[in-house]
């Protein structure tokens, strides 16, 4: 099955720098990359999301990069502020009809004042 | 437009009793999914469904897990009995073209 992996598992920024956070995956069949951000004591919350026919997409400060060849898929945010702390997930599908989610361990983001 | 509903949201049971978690999509979202969320770490895809159909059912625990939807549309998620190592958050999650969107989830604490 997938495996996806996430990196780094803790992520401190100062107010105003970029943050990137990277992910790999296993399976050749996954075709949809999305990435979560969950605040304490709420589901997660999707944020952007990637299809294997584009290689970049971007909306407002977040970013996502995808490598097909590589197996990687990354996530920029630009000019953090401080509402961008909590914990950010990415994940992959499994192609095909079942295409239930799996996840990265998770990046805690800390944007520091 | 109305979020992934989930209840209760927060469940405490000694071990060995049963529990059941109750979701309600978004509305026209034919596909549903349960996951399961040990603190620290990602949640972990239990089962599918596609309208009242299982799709993948390959990680849930069926000795002591069972789900089902009738109807098509809510769902309810049940452990019997439950083990200490079941303590997690219970996500469900709907979804339109490959999007997942989750609900608030369920705190289980077995004791």
């Known amino acids: 099955g997938e495996n996806v992996e996430q990196h780094p598992s803790t992520l401190s920024v100062q107010e105003g720098d970029s943050a990137v956070i990277k992910c790999t995956y296993s399976d050749s069949a996954s075709n949809y990359f999305p990435w979560y951000k969950q605040e304490l004591g709420k589901g997660p919350q999707l944020i952007i999301d990637?299809?294997?026919?584009?290689g970049e997409k971007k909306d407002q400060r977040i970013a996502v990069t995808l490598n097909k060849t590589a197996k990687h898929f990354s996530l920029h945010i630009t000019e953090t502020q401080p509402e961008d702390s909590a914990v950010y997930f990415c994940a992959a599908n499994s192609g095909g009809g079942a295409d239930g989610l799996t996840f990265g361990k998770g990046t805690h983001l800390i944007i520091q004042p | 437009e109305a979020g992934v509903a989930q209840s209760p949201r927060y469940k405490i049971i000694e071990k060995r009793q049963s529990v059941a978690f109750w979701c309600n999509p978004i509305?026209?979202?034919?596909?549903l999914y349960w996951y399961q969320q040990i603190l620290g770490q990602g949640p972990k895809l239990l089962i599918q469904?596609?309208?009242?159909?299982?799709?993948?059912d390959s990680q849930l625990p069926k000795d002591r897990f069972s789900a089902e939807r009738l109807k098509g549309v809510d769902s309810t998620l049940k452990i019997q009995p439950a083990k200490l190592e079941d303590s997690a958050v219970y996500l469900c999650?709907?979804?339109?073209?490959?999007?997942?969107?989750f609900g608030p989830g369920t705190r289980l604490t077995v004791l």
């Open positions: 469904f596609q309208n009242n159909g299982v799709v993948d």
């Open positions: 509305s026209g979202h034919a596909t």
């Open positions: 990637i299809r294997s026919n584009v």
């Open positions: 999650a709907s979804s339109f073209n490959n999007e997942q969107f």
